[in-house]
């Protein structure tokens, strides 16, 4: 399974994560597919930069965010744009099969 999570980075005091997709059976740090981004909970506000393309793109492939990553990803608003992405697919997936309900119920008629 593909997951996104959080890898650490910088020294003992002073630790960043970058945010990465990569096969959960891996280590914590170790090989990464991609970047999405890093988050630096030590600055004033916290620091958080986060490509959301990348980000949409894996979640649309099914890399499932760790509880940390979901987040993160909450306050960055991909989350809801994702839902809203999501829920306009379904929609017209729903619209094509009534048509397609409404053809066949036609075909049946005649």
């Not at 059976?25 to 916290?46: M, N, Q, V």
């Amino acid at each position: 399974m593909v997951t996104m999570r959080l890898r650490r980075m910088g020294t003992i005091d002073k630790p960043f994560y970058r945010i990465v997709v990569l096969d959960s059976r891996k280590k914590r740090d170790g090989k990464y597919i991609e970047s999405l981004g890093y988050y630096d909970p030590k600055t004033e506000p916290f620091t958080l930069k986060i490509d959301t393309d990348k980000a949409i793109k894996w979640l649309k492939v099914g890399a499932q965010p760790s509880q940390t990553v979901r987040s993160l990803f909450k306050k960055a608003g991909i989350i809801e744009k994702w839902h809203y992405i999501r829920n306009k697919v379904e929609e017209k997936v729903e619209e094509e099969k009534e048509e397609v309900k409404e053809v066949e119920e036609e075909e049946k008629t005649e």
